[in-house]
């Protein structure tokens, strides 16, 4: 038994057919099908189902699987600490961030991670949150951007900043005519969603449960730019957490930003990572970049003048 073949079953795992797994591992299919019969021959089981058209690892190479995945993490682990130790700014990182916040949030950081770690390699995975927990848990992320709370005592949190949730309405809507609220005024209002695995999604409806609002029926938004579209083309109101309305995302004309008054309704962003990682000294200075975010991106943007104010 060898790394090698290890990775080459990690990977039937991952792909669940052998030519996109031979693929993924830069080796032919013929070669990755009879290193995995090798390693079935040497444990003297079967690890995976072959059939015509789909590959299913059997229960038995389920849990070897996962085992390949600890191994090959414990290895590169090691390396990870002998290459740290000659340039601990140097090397690859492999993080995760959700689609609600890497694109809004990296246009601000990148350029100043570039100039503080000039020969880091940042390596930029977006996935949903569930994802990016099993990702770091296996192996596959060094660390991950995610929305508090996380419940797994395995993992270290690093807690950067909190994000607040701004109120988006057409701007013929009645709650256009103001520039802020309180989080009671969504009583009984009907907000548009993004659809089920978006942590957005859970956070939205923890304001709405708060607020005494709920779901809109019969729509949910596969992404923030498809609820940011419905909003402007007059469909409804939904809630924006506030680096998705800065530069340079581009304002709609047809959008009307409302603040909250008092202590606005936000999520709190972290950066978290395995307590086992060698890089956790390395990812704490990392952790420092991301908090030190200028304070104004995190504040609502000023509303634009009316044109009576302006005369």
Known sequence: MNLRDLKYLVALADHKHFGRAAAASFVSQPTLSTQIKKLEDELGVALVER????????????EVAERARKVIADVEQMAE??????????GTVRLGLFPT?????LPHVVPRLRQRFPRLELLLIEEKTDQILQRLRDGRLDAGL????????????????????????PQQHPMAE??????GDLDNQHLLLLEEGHCLRDQALDVCHMAGADERDGFRATSLETLRQMVAA???????????????VPSSPDIHLL?????PPHRQIAMVWRRSSAMG??????AAQFRSLPEQLLRPPQPAPSQDSRL
């Open 178 to 183: 103001q520039d802020s609220l309180e989080l």
């Open 146 to 169: 995610l929305a508090l709370p996380i419940h797994d005592d395995q993992l270290h949190v690093e807690v950067l900043f909190d994000e607040p949730f701004l109120l988006a309405v």
């Open 51 to 62: 059939a015509p058209r789909r590959v299913m690892l059997t229960p038995v190479g389920r």
């Open 81 to 90: 600490i002998a290459r740290r130790s000659q340039d601990p700014e140097a």
């Open 259 to 263: 603040r909250f008054r008092g202590n």
């Open 101 to 105: 916040l890497g694109p809004y949030l």
């Open 281 to 286: 000294d390395f990812l704490k200075q990392l």
């Open 234 to 248: 007059g469909v409804g109101i939904t809630l924006l957490p506030v680096l998705a309305v800065q530069p340079p």
